[in-house]
């Protein structure tokens, strides 16, 4: 099927899900991660912040968890229409953008470029690892400036079951998926 096709039938999938079904995914999808990864003290996780109206994962269970255990997190914002990545703490200030988007008030970019995991926002994923976003390419853009190390993770409500026709030469696949039912690993034995 054409991304266009897949952002268009998993858009509409997601915004079916109640208020309630997606939070109870969205803890399936963190225990999930919590046990297949074991995120240990010191790391370094970049994460995105859901946008409500998009009925994305629920992410703030991870913030939360993080943050208690003393894991670093860093979240995206986008300044000038470039993706830069923020460092946050449990005092760190929020605000609402003009798209709706909490995001921190500060824009200074960490610098960051070796963080243990990149989770990743997406509508839809199959199971060669390619992704469908929001076609901005803000990710692909991210994966390529970061640590090839990183573990790029996407987190989705459905299970890949159809593939994508129209994968780019420039998209990066990711290296796992994480559903409410399984972690799928990308990776062919090279963890």
């Given at each position: 099927m054409l991304k266009a096709e897949l952002r268009k039938k998993y858009m509409q999938k997601r915004k079916a899900l109640s208020h309630d079904e997606a939070f109870l995914l969205s803890e399936k999808i963190f225990q999930h991660?919590?046990?297949?990864?074991?995120?240990?003290?010191?790391?370094?996780?970049?994460?995105?912040?859901?946008?409500?109206?998009?009925?994305?994962?629920?992410?703030?269970?991870?913030?939360?968890?993080f943050l208690a255990q003393n894991i670093r997190i860093y979240v995206p914002k986008i300044v000038a229409d470039k993706l830069i990545n923020i460092e946050i703490f449990h005092?760190?200030?929020?605000?609402?953008?003009?798209?709706?988007?909490?995001?921190?008030?500060?824009?200074?970019?960490?610098g960051e470029t070796y963080f243990h995991y990149v989770i990743t926002p997406l509508l839809y994923c199959?199971?060669?690892?390619?992704?469908?976003g929001y076609g901005k390419g803000f990710y692909d853009g991210l994966f390529q400036s970061i640590s090839p190390d990183t573990k790029k993770i996407?987190?989705?409500?459905?299970?890949?079951?159809?593939?994508?026709?129209?994968?780019?030469?420039?998209?990066?696949?990711?290296?796992?998926?994480v559903t409410p039912t399984e972690v799928l690993s990308f990776l062919s034995g090279l963890e």
């Amino acid at each position: 099927m054409l991304k266009a096709e897949l952002r268009k039938k998993y858009m509409q999938k997601r915004k079916a899900l109640s208020h309630d079904e997606a939070f109870l995914l969205s803890e399936k999808i963190f225990q999930h991660f919590i046990t297949y990864f074991k995120p240990k003290t010191g790391q370094k996780v970049h994460i995105f912040i859901p946008i409500d109206k998009f009925n994305e994962i629920d992410t703030q269970i991870f913030i939360q968890y993080f943050l208690a255990q003393n894991i670093r997190i860093y979240v995206p914002k986008i300044v000038a229409d470039k993706l830069i990545n923020i460092e946050i703490f449990h005092d760190t200030v929020f605000e609402t953008n003009s798209w709706g988007i909490s995001e921190p008030v500060s824009n200074e970019d960490s610098g960051e470029t070796y963080f243990h995991y990149v989770i990743t926002p997406l509508l839809y994923c199959d199971r060669k690892g390619n992704r469908v976003g929001y076609g901005k390419g803000f990710y692909d853009g991210l994966f390529q400036s970061i640590s090839p190390d990183t573990k790029k993770i996407g987190v989705n409500y459905f299970d890949p079951d159809e593939y994508i026709d129209d994968v780019w030469e420039n998209d990066i696949p990711l290296d796992y998926l994480v559903t409410p039912t399984e972690v799928l690993s990308f990776l062919s034995g090279l963890e």
